[in-house]
Nanobody, 120 residues
Framework: QVQLQESGPGLVKPSQTLSLTCTVS??????????WTWIRQSPGKGLEWMGA???????SYNPSLLSRASISRDTSKNEFTLQMSSATPEDTAVYYC????????????WGQGTQVTVSS
């Protein structure tokens, strides 16, 4: 059973970089055709796909994030990381990491989510 666990600061000051890590157990992040994603949900809004990193290490991003997002991975630790520069209060949300097996498939495993608040 694949398990994902988000970790990172719950409070970030405006203009700072928001950084979260998703640690994966029960499966390798290099497994073929698997995409490791970051999703967030702001108060009163729906789920927003932020980006993903593929099994081969190629990242992709939601263009609406205006190049503020960066996703990387550490295969030795079996984890992947999201960094969002120039955080604003609008980045306040519950952040989730999730797995997709095969492009166009549904998310099959999710982390429990972590609340991040951007505030001075």
């Amino acid at each position: 059973q694949v398990q994902l666990q988000e970790s990172g600061p719950g409070l970030v000051k405006p203009s700072q970089t928001l950084s979260l890590t998703c640690t994966v157990s029960g499966g390798s992040i290099t497994t073929n055709y698997v995409y490791w994603t970051w999703i967030r949900q702001s108060p009163g809004k729906g789920l927003e796909w932020m980006g993903a990193i593929s099994y081969s290490g190629s990242p992709s991003y939601n263009p609406s994030l205006l190049s503020r997002a960066s996703i990387s991975r550490d295969t030795s630790k079996n984890e992947f990381t999201l960094q969002m520069s120039s955080a604003t209060p609008e980045d306040t949300a519950v952040y989730y990491c999730a797995r997709v097996y095969g492009l166009g498939s549904k998310y099959d495993f999710w982390g429990q989510g972590t609340q991040v608040t951007v505030s001075s």
